[in-house]
């Protein structure tokens, strides 16, 4: 694809009025809303202050590079801009940026779109380049640079390809024993895989020419793998550098000097990378212990409870299709129980699927967190594991009550970490093994191993546990109901999706699961709606504090309140994190709290205010919500800072 179809000329900005970060993103944003490249405002800003907080795009030397791929995009597009005096963008060497890329992918787009984005990415290595567009005066000059760069890259590219095949038919041919020129392999990787991920192959690439070092670059971008590295490639290698943000292929770099640090590392950080794998002084990897050798690299660890969390996420965001998908279902036969009788098809229909999706949850979460610990030889140990938290008389004890949700957590991790234990005691068995490990030896000694921990120690213990909270839930005073509705309300809005948020829900789930009251889910529904609906009503009635930008996206919060989305509200905290998450919490805690003291019901675990003909008392439930957004919208409205006329 022509970089001419990218870098629309309608897009550009050639003198950026942004004097901050969030200024720079709405201008660039509100452009690409009047030239129809996007058609949702706030959902493509959503994901690009996403893709910001897992860190910044400002990737040193004046570059800012934000980007999103979504469904709000309608054509890929580059929006070139540029700023005079500079923006604090927070970018990784601390210095201002004066150049932005603002990327734009469709949630689908082909391979063309992905190339063509990947070759802009990596021409931006060229300082040359960035030089003289630091210097552009007009769109036709800044096009015209660009389309220079791209000639003289794909030159490049040819000779690099027929170099890189001349390297690839030497590494088969050498003799280990033999002396060999430097050989390095790498793989970058980031979130998105539209940008970074390519600007740290140009890096790593142009650097090690610099060095008279050979490397090969594998990329896991929007495209896929790119470059894959061979299992001859690696065993050659000197050493081996991941710079990468998100999940790579591990195991077969096993006994190699491996530096892993993340993407920005590698656009930046190049020369570093490539001496410490040269020269054999990052750690050794060890595949079967999953992790670095014992060589302390503190920069390379994540703290336990960033493991924890992160394994957590992975099994609730596994399980909430089934969460959304069986309890619409189970809506659906409320409503028709209430028309056609509790005998009826239709009604035991979609009652009995959503039931049955909803007898999943608890064995895909449990399946998803080991996966997460162990990878794949954990899932079978994992889901029987939270199979049997799920049911009452699988343990060495008989108990009317299961081990539950909490039961369920655990499972995860214990078969995660057997696997983990198992994959390190068995290391040293005869490599003619290898094959059968994965796919019997783990599993069956994973199962055997959290079966007897799950059925001798868990269950028993946590079916008392589980029989406890749900009896205290049953017979639980207005007062105490209050105060737990209360602090659930609040829990939704103190990170609005992140782990408080998730927590609360996932709770309120549980007890619905195990009681099939949907009185706490009235309440984590009342709390989470609100943050949204009370950033439209700030936007409404106090609108000389908001720009013109902030008040179209306050109207939008509407319908993401009404929805029960309260991420409507992240745009929003992430600017004003102060006045935006206190008014909320405190709007969602008297919501909460309101529900309880008011007995309402709502059996369905998801839904907002669509669901309200499902509540045992609807306008009572209406009325919370409002209460609720009227507080926290008056608190924000009232407590916000008039905006600075710049």
Not at 259 to 268: K, L, Q, T
Not at 395 to 421: E, N, T
Not at 455 to 480: C, K, Q, R, W
């Amino acid at each position: 694809m022509d970089l001419k179809q990218l870098l629309l000329k309608d897009a550009m900005i050639m003198d950026l009025k942004a004097t901050t970060k969030e200024d720079a993103i709405d201008e660039m944003v509100d452009k690409y809303l009047q030239v129809g490249v996007i058609d949702d405002k706030d959902l493509y800003k959503a994901d690009i202050l996403k893709r910001e907080a897992q860190t910044s795009t400002g990737i040193g030397d004046g570059i800012a590079m934000p980007h999103a791929r979504d469904k709000a995009v309608k054509r890929a597009t580059v929006l070139f801009a540029k700023s005079a005096k500079g923006i604090d963008y927070q970018s990784l060497d601390g210095q201002p940026a004066y150049l932005f890329f603002m990327i734009a992918a469709p949630d689908g787009a082909d391979n063309l779109h992905l190339q063509a984005l990947a070759a802009l990415s990596s021409l931006l290595i060229n300082p040359e380049l960035v030089k003289n567009l630091k210097a552009a005066k007009t769109v036709d000059e800044v096009q015209s640079l660009f389309d220079n760069a791209m000639q003289a890259k794909e030159a490049k590219d040819k000779a690099d390809e027929a170099k890189q095949k001349a390297q690839e038919a030497a590494v088969e041919n050498a003799d280990d024993s033999s002396e060999h020129k430097p050989y390095v392999v790498a793989v970058t990787a980031c979130p998105t895989g539209i940008a970074h991920t390519y600007m740290a192959e140009a890096a790593l690439k142009e650097q090690a020419e610099k060095m008279g070092i050979d490397i090969k670059v594998e990329t896991n971008g929007s495209e896929g793998v790119k470059h894959k590295l061979t299992a001859s490639e690696i065993r050659r290698a000197d050493g081996v550098i991941i710079a990468a943000d998100k999940k790579v292929d591990m195991p077969r770099f096993d006994g190699k000097h491996l530096v892993n640090r993340p993407v920005s590392d590698g656009i930046n950080k190049a020369e570093e990378l490539i001496n410490l794998a040269v020269e054999e002084k990052a750690p050794i990897f060890h595949a079967e212990g999953g992790a670095v050798s014992d060589e302390d690299d503190s920069a390379e660890k994540k703290s336990l409870w960033s493991r924890i969390y992160a394994d957590l996420m992975n099994g609730i965001s596994n399980m909430l299709p089934f969460v959304v998908g069986g309890g619409i279902l189970m809506a659906i036969s409320f409503l028709l129980e209430s028309s056609v009788g509790a005998n009826s098809q239709w009604f035991l229909f979609f009652n009995n699927v959503g039931n049955y999706a909803f007898s999943f949850l608890i064995p895909v979460l449990a399946a998803y967190i080991a996966v997460s610990i162990g990878d794949r030889p954990a899932l079978l140990p994992g889901f029987v594991g939270g199979y049997m938290a799920s049911q009452a008389t699988a343990s060495v004890v008989s108990s009317k009550s299961p081990a539950g949700f909490i039961g369920g957590l655990l499972a995860g991790f214990i078969a995660g970490w057997v696997i983990v234990l198992l994959k390190k005691w068995l290391k040293n068995l005869p490599h003619t093994l290898d094959g059968l490990k994965t796919i019997l030896i783990y599993p069956v000694l994973g199962l055997l191993l959290t079966g007897a921990i799950m059925y001798f120690g868990i269950d028993p213990i946590f079916a008392v546990v589980n029989a406890a909270i749900t009896h205290f839930l049953e017979s639980m005073g207005t007062g105490n109901a209050v105060i737990l509705g209360t602090l659930l309300g609040g829990m939704m809005s103190i990170d609005m999706g992140g782990p408080f948020n998730k927590a609360a829900y996932t709770f309120a789930i549980g007890t619905f699961t195990a009681t099939h009251d949907g009185a706490l889910m009235a309440a984590v529904m009342v709390g989470g709606m609100i943050p949204p609906l009370a950033i439209a009503i700030a936007t409404t009635f106090w609108k000389d504090k908001f720009t013109e930008q902030e008040r179209q996206a306050g109207l939008s919060n509407y319908i993401l309140g009404l929805s029960f989305i309260t991420e409507g509200a992240i745009p929003f905290a992430a600017g004003d994190p102060l006045h935006v998450i206190v008014s909320s919490v405190i709007g969602s805690a008297i919501g909460g709290g309101l529900t309880q003291f008011w007995g309402i019901n709502v059996p369905a675990p998801h839904g907002g205010i669509f669901v309200t003909p499902l509540a045992n008392k609807p306008m009572l439930y209406l009325l919370a919500v409002a209460i609720g957004a009227v507080i926290s919208g008056v608190i924000y409205g009232v407590w916000k800072p008039a905006k600075k006329n710049n």
